[in-house]
């Protein structure tokens, strides 16, 4: 087992990633909001977003001491809203509970909103040297093809022993430089060589131990058989303006999709929308092109409808009226702000 470690060890420090700009640090407020936001997403989306939120909030305390609306506006884009939400609650966490210090054991840190085994895991080992393992994706993709681990991990059976497997694998000495480039080297074997398809086995470091190669099928590893069903919708979105060209936006209600972002007023049909117009004195202008939304589990087909207000309507509900130039500053998801910017070129 200590072979298995010392290799992908050795293969982080020469060919692993260190330019990242959440590497070379044992910051746990920079480490964890890496973490956070590299669940899900791309190194290259998130960049942009990291270095922003390290400008606005560049300590655990200026994240904590946020308004929600300056943090949703800060995030959206990004998706999987919750993860904002979450973030500024486990700030307020870290303050309150542990006066501003993020707890040194990933026993501790998985107690934080947000936080689960595996970025907890995470955090302790890059920051504080913690024997703890890690089982994001990538790292699961790893090792069930690097051990032939062919049990079904649908099962919570299965997740457990492969969580096992993993915490025997740790690295046993020079804990404090090694578990960092030990979970990193998985983490970038994951990313980089070990891939979902088409793997480049002949750069791996463990590639002449590795049991799914010898088995010559790699790409059937790790094994899961449910699958979750995708759903879809259909929302019909009330683009409604003022004379001076200011859009009404509402929160959205927790929990639901966008909870937290502010968005055009949304309604099940077209009929319900229209029946919303008359006590706000408003008309149709156009009915824009219909766009889909891919969400993980869900497509939204998204209905825009162009209407005019009467003079002085305010809509009933939580919202308010925006103006273009204060767009950048309300959090909007994606395609909302897309739509809108699109409008304002014309």
Known sequence: MSEFSDQVVQWQSEHGRHHLPWQNTTDPYRVWLSEIMLQQTQVTTVLGYYQR??????????????????????????????????????????????????????????????????????????????????????????LTRAFAFDD?????????????????????KQRAQNMPRYTQGLMDLGASVCTSRSPSCL??????????????????????????????????????????GAVWLEKRPAPGIWAGLHCLPVFESEAALQ????????????????????????????????????AGATPPGQGLWCAEQDWADVGLPAPIRSLLLGLSKK
């Open 53 to 142: 939120f390290l400008e606005r909030f560049p300590t655990v305390k200026d994240l904590a001491e946020a308004g929600d609306e300056d943090v949703m506006a800060l995030w959206a884009g990004l998706g999987y809203y919750s993860r904002a939400r979450n973030l500024h609650r486990c700030a307020q966490d870290v303050m309150e509970r542990f006066g501003g210090a993020f707890p040194r054991t990933a026993a501790e840190l998985a107690t934080l909103p947000g936080i689960g085994r595996s970025t907890a895991a995470a955090i302790s080992s890059f920051c504080f040297g913690e024997r703890a393992a890690i089982l994001d994706a990538n790292v699961k993709r790893v």
């Open 152 to 172: 079904d991990l649908a099962k919570s059976a299965s997740e457990k022993k492969l969580w096992a497997l993993a915490e025997s694998l740790l690295p046993q």
């Open 275 to 310: 029946a919303a117009l008359p006590p706000l004195d408003a008309t149709v202008q156009a009915h824009l092109p219909a766009f889909l939304h891919v969400l993980t589990h869900r497509d939204l087909y998204l209905h825009p409808v162009g209407a005019q207000a009467g």
């Open 203 to 244: 750069l791996c470091p463990v590639q002449h131990g590795c049991r799914a190669r010898q088995l010559g099928t790699p790409e059937r590893f790790p094994v899961k058989t449910r699958t979750l069903k995708r759903s879809a919708q259909q929302w019909w979105l009330l683009l409604l303006r003022r004379p001076d």
